[in-house]
Structure formats: structure tokens, C-alpha cells
Nanobody
Framework: QVQLVESGGGLVQAGGSLRLSCAAS????????VAWFRQAPGKEREFVAR????????SYADSVKGRFTISRDNAKNWVYLQMNSLKPEDTAVYYC???????????????WGPGTQVTVSS
């Protein structure tokens, strides 16, 4: 199993930056693909970014490509999401998720953190 806890959310002005962190525990973490999802009020949870087990392969939603960067430190069991050039439409609760198999759908992920709120003011 994998336990996940996000941190680093907050209130930021448009154009600003935030770095989200996801602390992981459990022996399966280093064998897991990890992703960030987000959910805005009244909307479905959506894929943001994912990173392979070793950290060499990443993919992003078109809406964040070029602005967000996902990374991981398997030695310390951390995953990060660096968010730059933030926009009001990035406002959402951000979730860290892990799965043994890669994917971009919510149902493909077995383990989830409780989420962290990101609010971008205009």
C-alpha cells in the first residue's frame, strides 16, 4: 500500500508560482506511477501530470504544459508539482495519486491523498 499527504497549497496572485509536495509512505511507492489531479468546484476531477517510477518519463495535460513540472525523489519518498505562471482557472483542490499501472484516468489510481487547496486570484 501507499499513503499520500499533500502540502504547499495556498492563495497566490495570477502569474505567481507555488510548489506542491506529496509525502509518500509504503514500500510500494518506488514501484508506483504517481500523478497529480485537480478538482474545481462543480467540476469533475481531472488529470494534471504524471511521472514514471524512475522519474524519467513525464506527461502533462495540455492546459498546464509548459507551466507545471512534476518531479519525484524516490530516496526520500516525495513527489513535487512546480506550478508557474498560475492562472485563475488553475484554482482547485490538488490531489496526489499513485498506481502500479500508468494512466490519466481517475479510476486507474488506487491511492489518493486528502488534497490541498490552490487558489489563484486575478
Amino acid at each position: 500500500q501507499v499513503q499520500l499527504v499533500e502540502s504547499g497549497g495556498g492563495l497566490v496572485q495570477a502569474g505567481g508560482s507555488l510548489r506542491l509536495s506529496c509525502a509518500a509512505s509504503g514500500r510500494a511507492f518506488s514501484n508506483s506511477v504517481v500523478a497529480w489531479f485537480r478538482q474545481a468546484p462543480g467540476k469533475e476531477r481531472e488529470f494534471v501530470a504524471r511521472i514514471s517510477r524512475g522519474g524519467s518519463i513525464t506527461s502533462y495535460a495540455d492546459s498546464v504544459k509548459g507551466r507545471f513540472t512534476i518531479s519525484r525523489d524516490n530516496a526520500k519518498n516525495w513527489v513535487y508539482l512546480q506550478m508557474n505562471s498560475l492562472k485563475p482557472e488553475d484554482t482547485a483542490v490538488y490531489y496526489c495519486a499513485a498506481a502500479l499501472d500508468s494512466g490519466m484516468r481517475v479510476k486507474q489510481y488506487d491511492y489518493w491523498g486528502p488534497g490541498t487547496q490552490v487558489t489563484v486570484s486575478s
